[in-house]
Structures are given as structure tokens and as C-alpha cells.
């Protein structure tokens, strides 16, 4: 009887094995990997490194055999991330402060900067997602694309080396941002209202939560500041400080524009 319950256990373990790798290799075709290779810059010698970058944790929910998303991959990814785009700056900006290097390395490793990178690279068609996140893709898609890009660049390392991974790094984020002079543009606006504020010698802006709408999981904070008593701006954002900051660059607008 034991033999025959062990039997049926591994036919059954082997049907779920299959129907596992049947669910990957319907997204992730031979087709796709080929896609892949033309992106990172090299040819794969390990995919199962990529499966487990493109792995989001929703996928686990319908297909439980798989005990690892995409989240170890993306801790070291973001290491890989950090460490190629200091060494880039401390050679590409060798005048500059530490202040200088911080503030432009965070600016070139954030949410949006990745997210965009991600976009241009088409890394969507490639994620291992849940049907339910598939449908509704679009409300957290900047969040998961940019934790994609970090674990994809953690696979790039393991996979060729550091080298190939600060190569894919490079051409797909920061030369872009670095051409096209992203680095210098300041959207710290609260910062910038805060120094007019006291340059004109005027009160400092305040700012204030004057509603909260939608569902809890998708808030919209909307946030009024005054300088004084005059509102100069209001914004609208999925958290209070986002909110603060729109709110910081309309009223840097109507500074600029009083007319308007």
C-alpha cells in the first residue's frame, strides 16, 4: 500500500512539474527569450535566472509549486543598480561633490527613472504575472515594472558577470537620462517654494490635506499650500507627499505666470 500511495504521490508531483513549466513556457517562449537577448545585450547561458527575475509574486498565487517571486532577485539587482551608477558618475563627473553624485545617482535610480526605462524596453511582455494583476495592470504597473527591471539586472549578473550587467544598465538607463539632461532638472518643488519663500522674505508654505477620496488601496490625497494666507497651489497625489509636491508645482507655476 505504501508503494502504491509513494507511486501515485511522484505521478502526481511530475503532472504538477509539467503543468508548471507549461504555464511558464506559454509567456516565456523560445520566441520571447530570443526577444530578451536582443535587449540585455548577450546570449542566456542559465534562463531559469530569468524566470525567477520575471517571476512577480501574484504569479505564485495560481501556480504554488514555485517558492521564490522575483523579490530576492530584485535585492540584488538593486545592488548591481547602485554600484554601476556611482562608479559611472564618479567617473563621468569628476569635478563634482558627493552632494552632487548623491543627489543625481537618486534621481537615476528611482521609482519613475526605472519604470520609464522599463517602458522603453517593452519588459511587460516579458513578466510572469497573475491573470487578476494582468487585468488590472495599469493601477501598479510603474511599481512592478520597476521591481522587474532590478531583479532582470540581478539576473543579468548572475548570468555574464558584472560587466555585461552594468553594460545592459548604461545603455537602457542612465545614457539616456544623462543625454537627455535629466540629471539636472530639479523636481524637488517643495524644496524650490520653500527657498523663494524666504529669498522674498515670506512666511513658509504650509501645507494641508483638504480631501481624501477613493477606494483605500487607491487614495487620492488632495493638498492645498499657503504662504501666509494666499493659496498659491493645489495638487493631487496617491499619498500626502506626492500631493505636496503637485501642490509645490502649481504654485511655482502661478509664481511664474501670475497672470494665468
Same mark, same amino acid.
Given at each position: 500500500?505504501?508503494?502504491?500511495?509513494?507511486?501515485?504521490?511522484?505521478?502526481?508531483?511530475?503532472?504538477?512539474?509539467?503543468?508548471?513549466?507549461?504555464?511558464?513556457?506559454?509567456?516565456?517562449?523560445?520566441?520571447?527569450?530570443?526577444?530578451?537577448?536582443?535587449?540585455?545585450?548577450?546570449?542566456?547561458?542559465?534562463?531559469?535566472?530569468?524566470?525567477?527575475?520575471?517571476?512577480?509574486? /501574484?504569479?505564485?498565487?495560481?501556480?504554488?509549486?514555485?517558492?521564490?517571486?522575483?523579490?530576492?532577485?530584485?535585492?540584488?539587482?538593486?545592488?548591481?543598480?547602485?554600484?554601476?551608477?556611482?562608479?559611472?558618475?564618479?567617473?563621468?563627473?569628476?569635478?563634482?561633490?558627493?552632494?552632487?553624485?548623491?543627489?543625481?545617482?537618486?534621481?537615476?535610480?528611482?521609482?519613475?527613472?526605472?519604470?520609464?526605462?522599463?517602458?522603453?524596453?517593452?519588459?511587460?511582455?516579458?513578466?510572469?504575472?497573475?491573470?487578476?494583476?494582468?487585468?488590472?495592470?495599469?493601477?501598479?504597473?510603474?511599481?512592478?515594472?520597476?521591481?522587474?527591471?532590478?531583479?532582470?539586472?540581478?539576473?543579468?549578473?548572475?548570468?555574464?558577470?558584472?560587466?555585461?550587467?552594468?553594460?545592459?544598465?548604461?545603455?537602457?538607463?542612465?545614457?539616456?537620462?544623462?543625454?537627455?539632461?535629466?540629471?539636472?532638472?530639479?523636481?524637488?518643488?517643495?524644496?524650490?517654494?520653500?527657498?523663494?519663500?524666504?529669498?522674498?522674505?515670506?512666511?513658509?508654505?504650509?501645507?494641508?490635506?483638504?480631501?481624501?477620496?477613493?477606494?483605500?488601496?487607491?487614495?487620492?490625497?488632495?493638498?492645498?499650500?499657503?504662504?501666509?494666507?494666499?493659496?498659491?497651489?493645489?495638487?493631487?497625489?496617491?499619498?500626502?507627499? /506626492?500631493?505636496?509636491? /503637485?501642490?509645490?508645482?502649481?504654485?511655482?507655476?502661478?509664481?511664474?505666470?501670475?497672470?494665468?
Amino acid at each position: 500500500m505504501g508503494k502504491v500511495l509513494s507511486w501515485i504521490l511522484e505521478k502526481l508531483k511530475q503532472r504538477e512539474e509539467r503543468n508548471k513549466s507549461k504555464a511558464i513556457s506559454r509567456i516565456l517562449t523560445p520566441q520571447k527569450f530570443a526577444e530578451l537577448e536582443k535587449i540585455i545585450g548577450f546570449s542566456i547561458k542559465n534562463r531559469s535566472y530569468f524566470v525567477q527575475a520575471l517571476m512577480h509574486r /501574484s504569479f505564485l498565487e495560481n501556480n504554488s509549486g514555485y517558492a521564490v517571486s522575483n523579490e530576492r532577485m530584485e535585492f540584488l539587482g538593486d545592488s548591481v543598480l547602485n554600484l554601476t551608477v556611482a562608479e559611472y558618475l564618479f567617473d563621468e563627473f569628476p569635478d563634482k561633490d558627493e552632494g552632487f553624485l548623491t543627489k543625481v545617482r537618486a534621481k537615476l535610480v528611482n521609482r519613475i527613472a526605472l519604470a520609464e526605462a522599463a517602458e522603453r524596453i517593452n519588459l511587460a511582455d516579458f513578466l510572469l504575472i497573475s491573470k487578476n494583476l494582468s487585468n488590472n495592470f495599469q493601477n501598479g504597473s510603474r511599481t512592478v515594472l520597476a521591481d522587474a527591471l532590478e531583479a532582470v539586472i540581478g539576473a543579468c549578473y548572475l548570468d555574464n558577470g558584472l560587466k555585461a550587467a552594468q553594460a545592459f544598465i548604461e545603455r537602457i538607463l542612465v545614457d539616456p537620462n544623462i543625454k537627455d539632461g535629466v540629471y539636472l532638472i530639479d523636481e524637488n518643488f517643495k524644496s524650490q517654494l520653500l527657498e523663494y519663500a524666504q529669498a522674498n522674505h515670506m512666511e513658509n508654505p504650509i501645507y494641508t490635506v483638504i480631501k481624501e477620496e477613493g477606494p483605500q488601496h487607491n487614495r487620492i490625497f488632495t493638498v492645498d499650500v499657503l504662504i501666509g494666507t494666499v493659496e498659491y497651489g493645489v495638487g493631487k497625489g496617491k499619498n500626502k507627499k /506626492s500631493a505636496e509636491q /503637485s501642490a509645490a508645482q502649481a504654485a511655482l507655476e502661478k509664481i511664474a505666470h501670475p497672470e494665468n
